[in-house]
């Protein structure tokens, strides 16, 4: 059973940091790429990065504050959020795509339930 599971969300003040993960099973790590998504309320899911099975990062926002990792041994990826804004407060979703990376939801094959985050003082 494949299955994706986001951890690490929760309330942090602007300026603080939160790593997520996404723990993955059901499936070889090393042959998907995963990628970040996030959600505000009111406001459409939009792609944040991405790492593909070669490790090739993508980010499609934030890169200049967020970074993408990956260990394959954990079966586990990694955003790193520091200097955190008030705008960065979504549901935070991780999904996995056969071998490539892509800034398009419909281009992923599997999704984890979501993970809260929430910036504010």
């Known amino acids: 059973q494949v299955q994706l599971v986001e951890s690490g969300g929760g309330w942090v003040q602007p300026g603080g940091s939160l790593r997520l993960s996404c723990t993955v099973s059901?499936?070889?790590?090393?042959?998907?790429?995963i990628g970040w998504f996030r959600q505000a309320p009111g406001k459409e899911r939009e792609a944040v990065s991405c790492?593909?099975?070669?490790?090739?990062m993508s980010y499609y926002r934030v890169k200049d504050r967020f970074s993408i990792s990956r260990d394959n041994a954990k079966n586990t990826v990694y955003l790193q959020m520091n200097t955190l804004k008030a705008e960065d407060t979504a549901v935070y979703y991780c999904?996995?795509?056969?071998?490539?990376?892509?800034?398009?939801?419909?281009?992923?094959?599997?999704w984890g339930q979501g993970a809260q985050v929430t910036v504010s003082s």
């Open positions: 059901g499936f070889t790590l090393d042959s998907y790429g």
């Open positions: 790492i593909s099975d070669a490790n090739g």
């Open positions: 999904a996995a795509a056969p071998n490539y990376c892509s800034g398009y939801g419909f281009q992923y094959e599997y």
